[in-house]
C-alpha cells in the first residue's frame, strides 16, 4: 500500500496569512493526488484533484503543485472559514490511501 | 444539484450486520464510479471501498474485507454497502463518494458497533 505522510500535523496562522501543507507518497503516484477540506461535523469537501486542479466552484485562493512523491496545497490570504482539516489522498492505486491530516488553527 | 444522501446507520451489536444505501441524484448515476469511506470518532478517514460504473470491478481495504459487500443498482440511482461481523472498530461516520476524484461526498451516515 502506498503511505501518504502529511505536514505539519498542526499549524496555527493568522487571518490573512499564507500557508502551505506538504504531502509525500512513498512511492511515485504521478499527479493522481487530490486535496480535501473538512470542518467540524461534516463532510470533506473536494478542493483539487490530479495535484492541480481546482474542483468547481473552489476559489483561486487554493493551489495544488506537485508530482511523482512530493505535492504541496497552498493557501493564500486566510479567512476565518478556511480554519480546518485538510487531508490529501492519492488515488493512484488501490486502496486509496489518506494522508492523516492537518488541522489548520488560528493563532 | 449533484447529491448523495446516506442512509442505515445505527447502533448494532459485535457480530450484528448493517445495511447502508446511498442515494444519488442530479447527475447519470451509471456513468460513474462510487467509493465508500469511513471516519472513526476523532479519526481521520479510511477508504473502504469502490464499485465500478457498471458494477464489474469491486476492491476493498484488507480490513473490510470478508465481511462487507458493496453493491448498486443503477436503476434505482443507488449504493449499498452490506456490513457482516461487524465489530467496535467498524464505529465510524460512513461516506459515499462519487468518482475517483471524489468530487462530491454525501452527509454520512453514522454506524456505532457496541454492546
Known amino acids: 500500500d502506498i503511505q501518504m505522510t502529511q505536514s505539519p500535523s498542526s499549524l496555527s496562522a493568522s487571518v490573512g496569512d499564507r500557508v502551505t501543507i506538504t504531502c509525500r507518497a512513498s512511492?511515485?503516484?504521478?499527479?493522481?493526488l487530490a486535496w480535501f477540506q473538512q470542518k467540524p461535523g461534516k463532510a470533506p469537501k473536494s478542493l483539487i484533484y490530479?495535484?492541480?486542479s481546482l474542483q468547481s466552484g473552489v476559489p483561486s485562493k487554493f493551489s495544488g503543485s506537485g508530482s511523482g512523491t512530493d505535492f504541496t496545497l497552498t493557501i493564500s490570504s486566510l479567512q476565518p472559514e478556511d480554519f480546518a482539516t485538510y487531508y490529501c489522498?492519492?488515488?493512484?492505486?488501490?486502496?486509496?490511501?489518506f494522508g492523516q491530516g492537518t488541522k489548520l488553527e488560528i493563532k | 444539484e449533484v447529491q448523495l444522501v446516506e442512509s442505515g446507520g445505527g447502533l448494532v451489536q459485535p457480530g450484528g450486520s448493517l445495511r447502508l444505501s446511498c442515494a444519488a441524484s442530479?447527475?447519470?448515476?451509471?456513468?460513474?464510479?462510487m467509493n465508500w469511506v469511513r471516519q472513526a470518532p476523532g479519526k481521520g478517514l479510511e477508504w473502504v471501498s469502490y464499485?465500478?460504473?457498471?458494477?464489474?470491478?469491486?476492491y476493498y481495504a484488507d480490513s473490510v474485507k470478508g465481511r462487507f459487500t458493496i453493491s448498486r443498482d443503477n436503476a434505482k440511482n443507488s449504493l449499498y454497502l452490506q456490513m457482516n461481523s461487524l465489530r467496535a472498530e467498524d464505529t465510524a461516520v460512513y461516506y459515499c463518494?462519487?468518482?475517483?476524484?471524489?468530487?462530491?461526498w454525501g452527509q454520512g451516515t453514522m454506524v456505532t458497533v457496541s454492546s
Open positions: 463518494a462519487r468518482d475517483v476524484s471524489y468530487d462530491t
Open positions: 490530479a495535484a492541480s
Open positions: 464499485i465500478s460504473s457498471s458494477g464489474s470491478t469491486i
Open positions: 512511492q511515485g503516484i504521478s499527479n493522481y
Open positions: 489522498q492519492q488515488y493512484n492505486s488501490y486502496p486509496h490511501t
Open positions: 442530479g447527475f447519470t448515476f451509471s456513468s460513474y464510479e
